[in-house]
């Protein structure tokens, strides 16, 4: 399934560049903030994956290149790739439960999306537009940890017991997102502006953190992957009695992954349509008899 997904963001590339002649077309480059909505840290009561479980101890960056084409003043479509990192952290929840089970994780991303952007308010001035969007994306993770000073890749150990249970496999480390949000678009000059955009992502899967489901027999884990398989899946510093014991609750698999972006970026025009999205609007005109001619419809 998600190969099918993958093929229709190449198709979607291909399809933008057979069309971006004679469109207005735009160069994107943009940095960003990056945060992560998963099983890990979050607000003091239960967790929803929603900007109430932002942790701005775990905020990160992301980088961003892209085209835009832009079909006329209120649609544009436009593909970017992103490189990101993501963390989370149960040492920066006052959640008693989450803090006690003491788990923590760092990935990259890489991701590839396309989405279709709306303009739906101009300033009088023209100068300030107000963008809506949404599509689709796909991207790769690999969570990873840090033990007495190691880093360990999380699936390897299988700490969900993806190597010590019969019939349960270890997760795919590719997964399809659904870029959503909104932006505001500056102008500079003609061939040039700057954005400002809130872009969210929901995604198909729960395992960015390495988090989803319950507690395994460490005895399982250690017979599979060895003591460091036990060690990373348990890391629990509770002092609620039986907390972590096999088929305790490790996290919510109810709730795939969030992650999102507060992002900037500048983009530049090319070609022979400058700002199209920017223009006043005027009717086009012909020349009748020598004359401008503003036709009405």
């Not at 890990?40 to 932002?54: A, E, R």
């Not at 992301?62 to 544009?76: C, H, P, Q, S, Y």
């Not at 995604?203 to 395994?216: A, C, L, M, P």
């Amino acid at each position: 399934m998600k190969s099918i997904y993958l093929k229709i963001i190449i198709l979607l590339f291909i399809l933008i560049s057979v069309n971006a002649r004679g469109q207005g077309v735009d160069l994107i480059f943009g940095g960003s903030t990056s945060h992560f909505l998963g099983d890990l840290g979050g607000k003091p009561s239960l967790g929803t994956n929603d900007l109430q479980d932002l942790d701005i101890l775990s905020t990160r960056y992301a980088l961003t290149a892209g085209v835009r084409i832009r079909f006329n003043r209120t649609f544009a479509f436009r593909t970017n790739l992103w490189y990101a990192r993501v963390s989370g952290n149960d040492k920066y929840t006052r959640n008693r439960e989450r803090h006690g089970r003491n788990l923590n994780f760092f990935s990259n991303i890489l991701e590839a999306d396309a989405v279709m952007e709306i303009s739906v308010y101009r300033t009088r001035s023209q100068k300030t537009i107000f963008y809506v969007f949404g599509g689709i994306g796909y991207f790769t993770f690999n969570p990873k940890t840090r033990m007495n000073g190691k880093v360990y890749t999380l699936r390897d150990y299988g700490t969900e017991g993806q190597y010590a249970v019969a019939g349960k496999k270890p997760y795919d480390l590719n997964s399809v997102c659904y870029p959503l949000g909104f932006g505001y678009k500056f102008i500079i000059n003609k061939r040039s502006y700057f954005t400002i955009e809130v872009n969210s992502r929901k995604t198909k899967t729960d395992y960015i953190d390495d988090v989803s489901t319950r507690y395994v027999d460490p005895a399982l884990l250690i017979a599979a992957k060895g003591p460091d398989a036990a060690a990373l899946a348990d890391r629990n510093i509770s002092d609620i009695p039986g907390f972590s014991e096999p088929g305790a609750i490790r996290g919510d698999p109810k709730d795939n992954d969030s992650y999102f972006f507060f992002s900037f970026s500048y983009n530049y025009t090319l070609g022979a349509k400058p700002q199209n999205g920017f223009g006043r609007g005027n009717r086009p005109r012909n020349r009748i008899n020598g004359k401008q001619k503003c036709f009405e419809f």
